[in-house]
Every structure is written in structure tokens, then in C-alpha cells.
């Protein structure tokens, strides 16, 4: 016989008892369905899987752990855009001065040589942050002012000022710290945040033009001091920081997971679901454990931070949520799909979640008011007419037709994709605004706005300068947005390359 027999004999033989084996009936033998058994080899994104009647070896393991470890990383990542970001902002103000004794206010407006995730430019800022862990604080807010409170897991606390229970007056508010069983006297607004750390962010308004009365107001009514020492509270420190060059943006690279976990040690996990806990734990942040990853899992956490980066930014430019943009076949989106909340039927809309801790700051609902002539809205641009992106080389218009719908005012303002924050070029204010009396209204009371390197002739008053080889998106804000723009009878143009 052949070798060439010999082989085929030999595999006919092997085939044949495996055959007997595979047609040997048990007496307890159920047919199991398809779609149950995993084959011996299966090709996959991270490669050949290989099994031994549905046992994995010790390659294809090793291979599915990495990958489950990346996989809870970029989830956790997202997720964890809220309170990250909230460090960094704590971090970049806490730079001023002590927390609970320092006030920065932006007195004349903020500017693009601050970062900040997409501030305006329309009202002075003032933005603070208050630390609890020593017991009741009392927040004097003075009058005129429109703010909020948000906690260091980014949940909404309570409004102030206009949109608060003071209705604009000003007025005293006792913030009470998680677990705190002492007495609460009267003559308070009560709030109880679940976290020690808060922030604090109101506006005041123009006067006439004029940022100063507000500004007047704010240092003359702003008082900030522990309950117990009420009847001598300390002096405040009103920082002025319009424009100062500093930065409250968050960290995209490992730095980011230690952010995460000083979040999680400092203050209580209570507002946080299980589920959200447990991507953070599988990936070694736990409260009261030390974070400390090996080699291995500190390389997949460093990749991790970069590609949940590198998600946030196409959720954000390319938010693929039909819903959530206004017209159809338009670039303009809200940023507030799903609400102050981003929920649907109580479910969490990742992207849109995503979307906003990755690009801006502050939730409160009083950003999402459905109540025409109070409040303000907000819509997003991130490419132009033909969807292509926003190319800071080329020149652009924005056509916003006559009778814009607004009870106070509109603006127009452009951001740098990188920092999210105010574009960086030579104008102070990269934005147009109906606040501004040297923009030019066409004849038919219609309004055109040009961005580019160079402003078309005659149309400088309404030009927002860009920087050739830099993207750029914009977000058009309306105060006091009127029924036109609810029933959509009144739409804004595409940003259209001229």
C-alpha cells in the first residue's frame, strides 16, 4: 500500500470512529437548538477564537479579558465625562483662592482667554464652589442674578435668582451636607445636596450696556459663611478674572482615570446607579480601595481614555440622534435631547449624554424652558450646509431671517473643536450679538453673519474671525425665545461656504 493509501485509510478510520462516537445515543441525549454551541474556531474582530467543545484556551482567554477590560473602559469613560469634568472645573477655579472665601466673577464679561467648555459672552459669569464637610453653609444670593446649583456627579440641585424660590429678590440659602442630623432653623431656602462639593455658577445682566451695576450688585449682596459663624461671618474675596488665561478643561488621557477616582473617594456614591458603579470598579476604581493597576491594565486604561475621547468627539460632531436636530436635513441640533436629565421613559440616552458633559457645562432646567418670552435655548452647529465640517481657512455666512424671536437678545458665538472653549484669535468676543449696536441688520431687518480668516468688505461689523487649518463649531443662543421659534414657523439658515 501505498503512503499515500496508508493516509487516506488512516483518516477514513479516524472518521469512521468518530462518526460511532457522534452517532452513539444516551438515553438522556436532548437535540440542542442551534445557535447554543460554539464552534471550535471563530473569527472575530480580536482574532481567531479557539475552543475545545465550548472551553476557551489560554490565548483566546487572555484575548477576551483585554477585551472586556477595554470595553468597560471606554463605557466607564463616558460616563464619567460628567464628574471628571466637574474636577477640572473645581481644579481650575480653586487655583484663585480658598474655597467657601473666594468669588471669582467675570466682571466684564468672559473671554476667549480663559478655557471653558462653550461659555457665553453675553453676561458677566460669576462661578464659585462651595465645600460642605464642615457642616451647614448659608449662600446670601444676591438680587438679579440667574444661576443654579449643580453637584459633583453634574445632577441639577436647585435653581437661583430669577429661575430659584428668592424669584430674583436675592435671598439666604442653607446648604446641608449628606448625612447631616442636626437642627435646621427657619428663615431659609433649604438645599441638600448629595455630595460635599458644589458649584456654583450665576449671571448678572447688562445695564444699559454696562456690566458694572450687576457686577455692583453681586459684590454688595454675595455672603458665604459656615452656620455657626453667622453672626460674624468672614469676609469674601471677590477675584475679578475677565481676561485671565486659565483652564478648567478636563484631562483626556490617564490623568483622567485619576480624576474619576478622587471623585469617588471624596464624596458619596449614593446618586450613582449600580450599573455606573460597576464599570468603574471593573476597572479598579472602588470607594475606600486604592487605585493602583498593574502594567497591563494601566496600558489598556491609557488606550481606553483616548479612544473614549476619540468617541465623545464623533457622538458629539455627528450626533447620530434624528431627533435631536430641529429642522430636517439641518445641521442645528439642541444640546438637551432627552432634557436636563437625558432620559427617555426613564431610560438614559447615552450619546446624547455623552454629547453634552463632553462639550459644555451646567444642567438645570431652567436652560431647557419650554415657556416662550422666560428662559433661553440653545441650538448647535457643528458643520455646514453639505455637512462637511467647519474649515476655520474658508469663509462662511450664517443667514438669520427678520423678526428673530427673542424678548432679550441672540447671540452667536464660535468655539475651537479641540478645547470646546471661545475660539482664540485676535477679536476679545469671537460672536455676534443683537446686543451689539454695531451690528448691521439688512434692509428687510434680516441679519447675515460671516465667519472666515478675513471679513468680506463691508462686513466687518458682523464678522467672527477663524483661523485657517483650525475647525470650528458654533451655538446660536436665544433669551427669551418667543412662539416662532417653539412652532418653528421662524428657522435660521444654514451656515453656507460663500
Known amino acids: 500500500m501505498t503512503s499515500a493509501r496508508l493516509c487516506l485509510a488512516t483518516i477514513l478510520l479516524i472518521a469512521s470512529a468518530s462518526q460511532s462516537v457522534d452517532a452513539q445515543q444516551y438515553k438522556m441525549q436532548t437535540p440542542i437548538p442551534p445557535g447554543i454551541a460554539i464552534p471550535d474556531k471563530v473569527d472575530t474582530r480580536l482574532g481567531t477564537l479557539k475552543f475545545f467543545d465550548g472551553f476557551p484556551d489560554d490565548a483566546t482567554v487572555e484575548k477576551l479579558y483585554d477585551n472586556l477590560d477595554f470595553q468597560r473602559a471606554v463605557q466607564a469613560y463616558l460616563l464619567a465625562l460628567a464628574p471628571v469634568s466637574q474636577v477640572a472645573n473645581r481644579k481650575g477655579i480653586a487655583g484663585l483662592g480658598p474655597i467657601n472665601r473666594t468669588v471669582p466673577i467675570f466682571q466684564d464679561r468672559m473671554d ?16 464659585f464652589w462651595l465645600d460642605l464637610r464642615d457642616g451647614p453653609l448659608v449662600l446670601e444670593v444676591p438680587p438679579k442674578v440667574l444661576g443654579a446649583i449643580d453637584d459633583m ?13 428668592d424669584k430674583g429678590q436675592g435671598g439666604k440659602y442653607l446648604l446641608v451636607p449628606p448625612g447631616y442630623k442636626g437642627d435646621i432653623p427657619a428663615g431659609y431656602f433649604i438645599v441638600r445636596p448629595a455630595t460635599f462639593s458644589v458649584w456654583v455658577p450665576w449671571r448678572s445682566f447688562l445695564v444699559d450696556g454696562d456690566p458694572k451695576p450687576g457686577v455692583d450688585l453681586v459684590e454688595q449682596h454675595t455672603r458665604i459663611y459656615h452656620l455657626k459663624d453667622a453672626a460674624n461671618p468672614p469676609k469674601l474675596d471677590f477675584v475679578h478674572v475677565s481676561g485671565k488665561a486659565f483652564s478648567t478643561l478636563a484631562p483626556a488621557d490617564f490623568t483622567f482615570w485619576e480624576y474619576l477616582n478622587q471623585v469617588v473617594q471624596e464624596e458619596p456614591t449614593d446618586p450613582v446607579d449600580p450599573v455606573t458603579l460597576g464599570l468603574y470598579a471593573s476597572i479598579g476604581i472602588q470607594k475606600g480601595k486604592p487605585f493602583a493597576p498593574d502594567a497591563r491594565m494601566k496600558a489598556i486604561l491609557t488606550e481606553a481614555a483616548l479612544v473614549g475621547d476619540a468617541s465623545a468627539r464623533a457622538i458629539n460632531s455627528r450626533l447620530r440622534i434624528k431627533e435631536s436636530y430641529y429642522y430636517p436635513n439641518s ?33 438645570t432646567p431652567a436652560m431647557d424652558s419650554k415657556t416662550v418670552g ?9 458643520v455646514d450646509s ?48 443683537s446686543q451689539d449696536p454695531k451690528l448691521a441688520a439688512n434692509p428687510d431687518g434680516s441679519v447675515d453673519v460671516y465667519f472666515g480668516p478675513k471679513a468680506p468688505a463691508g462686513k466687518e461689523s458682523n464678522w467672527i474671525q477663524t483661523v485657517p487649518g483650525k475647525g470650528w463649531n458654533t451655538l446660536f443662543r436665544l433669551y427669551g425665545p418667543l412662539q416662532p421659534w417653539f412652532d418653528k414657523t421662524w428657522r435660521p439658515g444654514e451656515i453656507e461656504e460663500l
Open 112 to 127: 476667549s482667554k480663559s478655557l471653558f467648555l462653550t461659555p457665553n459672552n453675553n453676561t458677566p459669569y460669576t462661578w
Open 153 to 165: 456627579w453634574y445632577n441639577y440641585v436647585i435653581d437661583l435668582g430669577f429661575s430659584g424660590p
Open 331 to 363: 445641521a442645528w441640533r439642541t444640546g438637551f435631547f432627552g432634557g436636563y436629565k437625558f432620559e427617555d421613559n426613564g431610560a438614559r440616552i447615552l450619546d446624547a449624554y455623552s454629547a453634552f458633559f463632553f462639550y459644555a457645562t451646567g444642567v
Open 374 to 382: 422666560e428662559g433661553s435655548q440653545y441650538m448647535g452647529a457643528f
Open 386 to 433: 453639505k455637512s462637511r465640517p467647519l474649515d476655520g481657512g474658508k469663509t462662511y455666512r450664517l443667514h438669520l431671517p427678520p423678526n428673530i424671536p427673542v424678548k432679550q437678545f441672540w447671540s452667536v458665538i464660535v468655539y475651537d473643536n479641540q478645547t470646546r472653549s471661545m475660539l482664540q484669535t485676535d477679536q476679545r468676543w469671537p460672536a455676534a450679538t
